[in-house]
């Protein structure tokens, strides 16, 4: 009987520890940092456990009163979630989970969902760090999800709690990221190669798109681009929209200088396969370990088309700038070449957006069946012979008319030929293999607010792979997925973006511009294939006859038409109902530029459940607590990270760890 005892403690002690792997404690290293204010007084760091999901930060304010941080809404500090604290002059510190009861005023929550793990401060700065589940049952805290995230953070000059707007910051963040690599991961041989354009003047338009055609590094084997970083003037930063890279195809004349992208010169459509891209609000971009971008074989490009949006907004006259993309490259060669797919919407006026919608859902639909077709197409890229012609002078074009654009960003991250005979990927006509999405990027303009890809498998919706319900312009940055999603050809793929335009009193038409709208989704994946992208577009006659209007064979014709519809609330529901019914044309284009056409029709999307809430690991404020009102004491011997109960582990670890328990006594007992 002794022995069963001591097993039982044994085993005990074994799940405790699994118990206590994760936590993050008072002094472990968080992975991530961002500065939350232009003048950086406020510094935050942060890590999570994906699978226990629960999230560390630590907050580091250049104050000796209060600190507070937490996460906001999109358009209202009403209700937003505020864990706040600090150090007393006795030494003593207060903490509280809180939010906000109107933009000023502060109320504890019943339920106290933040663990404090550090509380200490100088004569210069307060440092606060807490850990908290992603999702709590506490109604007051807002979930943190893969979407970008709104957060909060807020100060004063003494310990009494009181918000401040001038000491108020919110700064969009993707909080969950899962990737971050440092300078030491860069190979011994890495090879640095800066693309800019050269001292262009920014015309005092809304919006510009100014190319350039230059080399790429002359190489004499095959090397593969592992990370990419923007080069931006800092005077500059908030006209360059985005910085996008396109490898050259089939093309023996390029224009010299530097032109307007999406002119009358039919050369620079023949550039529209992306190496690298920079959107606004986004930071360096580092792949796995195991892909990267081939260059310096006869099949992959020795030039490229260097594309820089502007958004001068305020028609500032005589800027100069020289922004650009710093490519990191080396010879030591992963496993995989990589492939980029866009996906969602034609980026021209057949996709529009009402006046005065409060939400408004577009769809955009790609059928891998034909990927199969469309790849036996072989690819034919010939060398350049590096004759240049002038290009055309930009010409800048104001009217509210809907136009056909050729393309805009909507060829943003396109990919490009990178190791064709990769063994998993054979062409002529042969099945296509799985690919294996490892990361994302969603873009939308001004009034997108929110996007999501959702895959389906023989008419069963699979998975949304990415999604962001919380979208924000100024921040489009690469997001890894925490595992890479597979897609087998035949699955279907749809992207779904809403809007909002309850600001606009005219019609929103698909675009370049930055007024203009767009619903595209990147999948950075491998091994590459000769598929760039997969967009689609509803029948626009369908449209205009269930809106109640005569429609014409010509399509422009019918945008016409619905540009002079009254946009009641119920026929912006009209028209968002009869675009999702009507039948898709799915355009499949190769690296190659040939285009394959095929129809289809939306499935419904299936939303995705909550994940349960975690209980609170706190309690009510006692009322005998000597802090200041609505704070709870915290001990000065904070816990770290051996305090973590089992509550943290994953449910089906937990009950694994019972169930493996449960059979291993009744075994022992059995035997004695």
């Known amino acids: 009987m002794a022995c069963v005892l001591l097993f039982r403690l044994f085993l005990l002690l074994v799940l405790a520890a699994f118990s206590q792997g994760k936590r993050l404690g008072p002094t472990s290293p968080l992975r991530y940092s961002r500065f939350l204010d232009p003048s950086h007084a406020a510094f935050l760091r942060w890590d999570f456990d994906y699978e226990a999901e629960f999230i560390t930060f630590e907050l580091q304010v250049r104050t000796t009163g209060w600190v507070g941080l937490g996460i906001t809404d999109r358009y209202t500090f009403v209700g937003s979630d505020l864990v706040v604290g600090g150090v007393l002059p006795d030494g003593n510190v207060y903490f509280s989970d809180q939010h906000l009861l109107d933009e000023d005023t502060l109320e504890q929550d019943g339920s106290q969902d933040a663990e404090l793990l550090k509380l200490t401060e100088d004569s210069v700065s307060t440092i606060m760090r807490f850990s908290r589940p992603f999702r709590s049952c506490d109604p007051h805290d807002l979930d943190i999800t893969s979407d970008t995230m709104r957060v909060l953070a807020a100060y004063g000059l003494d310990d009494i709690p009181k918000m401040n707007r001038e000491r108020t910051f919110v700064k969009s963040i993707f909080l969950l990221q899962m990737l971050q690599y440092d300078d030491q991961d860069a190979p011994e041989d890495t090879i640095i190669h800066d693309l800019t354009i050269s001292n262009f003047l920014i015309p005092e338009d809304d919006t510009t798109y100014a190319c350039s055609f230059l080399p790429l590094p002359i190489v004499s084997k095959k090397h593969h681009i592992y ?367 040939e285009e394959e056409n095929t129809t289809g029709w939306i499935p419904d999307i299936i939303p995705t459940p909550r994940v349960l809430c975690l209980e609170s690991s706190g309690g009510k404020v006692e009322p005998q607590d000597k802090t200041p009102a609505g704070f709870r004491a915290a001990p000065m011997a904070l816990s770290g990270s051996n305090t973590a109960t089992l509550r943290h582990l994953p449910l089906v670890v937990i009950l694994f760890l019972q169930g493996t328990l449960s059979w291993l006594l009744a075994m022992l007992q059995t035997g004695v």
């Open 227 to 593: 990370k990419f970083e923007p080069l931006l003037v800092e005077r500059n930063e908030t006209m360059v929209h985005h910085i996008l890279v396109y490898a050259c195809g089939n093309a023996s004349v390029l224009p010299t200088g530097i032109g307007e992208c999406y002119g009358s010169d039919p050369a620079f459509s023949l550039c529209s396969h992306v190496i690298a891209g920079w959107a606004v609000g986004g930071l360096s971009y580092q792949f796995p370990d195991d892909v990267g971008i081939s260059i310096g074989t006869p099949l992959d490009p020795q030039w490229i088309r260097l594309e820089v949006h502007y958004s001068n907004f305020q028609n500032l006259p005589g800027i100069r700038d020289t922004s650009g993309i710093r490519l990191y490259y080396t010879s030591h060669l992963r496993k995989y070449d990589m492939g980029v797919l866009e996906l969602g919407i034609s980026v021209f006026p057949i996709h529009f957006i009402p006046p005065g919608a409060e939400a408004f859902l577009s769809y955009g639909l790609c059928k891998t069946e034909k990927f199969e077709e469309s790849s036996g197409l072989i690819p034919k890229l010939t060398s350049l012979s590096h004759q240049f012609k002038e290009c055309l002078e930009p010409s800048a074009q104001k009217n509210n008319k809907p136009k056909l654009y050729k393309r805009g960003m909507s060829q943003a991250i396109r990919g490009r030929r990178t190791g064709w005979f990769e063994e998993n990927s054979r062409m002529n006509g042969a099945p296509v293999s799985d690919i294996y999405v490892y990361s994302y990027l969603i873009h939308t303009h001004l009034a997108g607010r929110s996007l999501q890809a959702v895959q389906y498998r023989n008419g069963t919706q699979l998975q949304i792979i990415c999604k962001d319900y919380s979208y924000d312009f100024n921040l489009q940055e690469t997001r890894d997925l925490p595992q890479p999603a597979v897609i087998k050809p035949g699955d279907e793929l749809l992207i779904e973006c809403n809007y909002q335009t309850l600001d606009r009193d005219s019609m929103t038409f698909g675009g370049p511009s930055t007024i203009n709208e767009m619903c595209l989704v990147f999948f950075f994946y491998y091994p590459r294939i000769n598929i760039s992208s997969c967009l689609g577009y509803p029948d626009i006659i369908y449209v205009t006859n269930e809106l109640g209007e005569e429609a014409s064979e010509n399509p422009m014709e019918n945008l016409m038409v619905l540009n002079n519809v009254e946009w009641t609330p119920e026929n912006i529901k009209k028209a968002e109902k009869a675009c999702k019914e009507s039948q898709q044309t799915v355009l499949i284009k190769t690296i190659d530029e």
